[in-house]
């Protein structure tokens, strides 16, 4: 009774606008973390590349 509960709380929220949004950040934090890495590696191959 109380998972049946959950699923139904969950299934709300997937569907409210809320859930969106927070899916969404979820994305945009991976996407930049992935950037982040990529920045990361060029910024150490230049200055042994310029030396």
Known sequence: MQ???AI???I?????PLGFFSG???RMSMFS???FFIEFR???R???HCA
């Open 3 to 5: 998972l049946s509960r």
């Open 8 to 10: 139904r709380v969950s």
């Open 12 to 16: 709300s929220l997937s569907r409210s």
């Open 24 to 26: 969404s950040t979820c």
């Open 33 to 35: 973390l992935t950037l």
């Open 42 to 44: 060029v910024l150490r």
């Open 46 to 48: 230049t200055p042994a």
